[in-house]
């Protein structure tokens, strides 16, 4: 197995809409993995391996993203701020009253990160994920269109198996690959019509832990200088 380690920075944070919100829509914590997935699918769509898209969903089988410029979960959580924002209603009005053009556009508030010039770790693991180097070079945004980055780095590592080990990570981790720290912050995400290929029951989400302590797993692995679990 491969890992594709890409370090981007931030223009000002990054936004992701938890499903069913279309008013006022509560901010994701931490982008889901369907999500980085788009985002290196994007670039292998419209730049250098142009029509790798299906190739990205079907070599990746986990994705995971971290923050590299803070180092504890409280100062993530008080980077959720809410943005009043002027949004277009008319794809929820009822058909009688799309002619009130008074009734089109609405404030509502939508959650957001803010995280202005934040260096993040975005990591890809799979089989064959060595081939989308270039693609990751060409990653402009992570999350919504407006979320975007500048990428720094990127690189590629064998991942080695460990067994067990106490490691840390900025990485989110599954629940079910490593006993996360008293202090993790448990996170349901949800997963657009991508799943990760590990073994399991297909499933809409996964929970994951975000923690800048020491995690235990017997299902550790290190890629370059980090140690992770899968």
Excluded at 38 to 46: I, Q, S, V, W
Excluded at 111 to 134: D, M, T
Excluded at 213 to 226: I, L, P, Q, T
Aim: charged letters at 20%; proline letters at 7%; aromatic letters at 12%.
């Amino acid at each position: 197995m491969k890992a594709l380690v890409v370090k981007a920075r931030l223009y000002w944070g990054y936004a992701v809409a938890a499903p069913g919100q279309s008013g006022a829509r509560q901010a994701l914590i931490a982008v889901p993995p369907s999500a980085l997935v788009g985002a290196l699918a994007y670039p292998c769509a419209y730049g250098v391996e142009h029509g790798a898209v299906k190739k990205v969903s079907e070599e990746v089988e986990w994705a995971a993203m971290g923050i590299l410029d803070i180092d504890s979960v409280d100062m993530l959580l008080r980077s959720v701020l809410p943005s009043v924002e002027r949004l277009l209603n008319v794809p929820y009005m009822q058909r009688n009253n799309r002619k009130r053009r008074e009734l089109w556009f609405s404030v509502h508030p939508v959650g957001k990160v803010y995280l202005p010039s934040a260096s993040v770790i975005v990591a890809y693991f799979g089989e064959g994920v060595e081939r989308f180097e270039k693609c990751a070079w060409g990653i402009t945004r992570i999350g919504s269109k407006e979320s975007l980055v500048a990428v720094e780095d990127v690189a590629v590592y064998d991942v080695e198996q460990v067994g067990y080990a106490e490691f840390t990570t900025p990485l989110y981790v599954r629940r079910d690959v490593a006993k996360c720290p008293p202090d993790a912050l448990e996170v349901r995400l949800p997963l657009y019509g991508w799943e990760p290929r590990y073994s399991g029951p297909p499933s809409s989400h996964v929970d994951v832990c975000i923690s800048y302590n020491a995690y235990e797993s017997d299902r550790a692995v290190k890629f370059g200088e980090w140690y992770y679990a899968l």
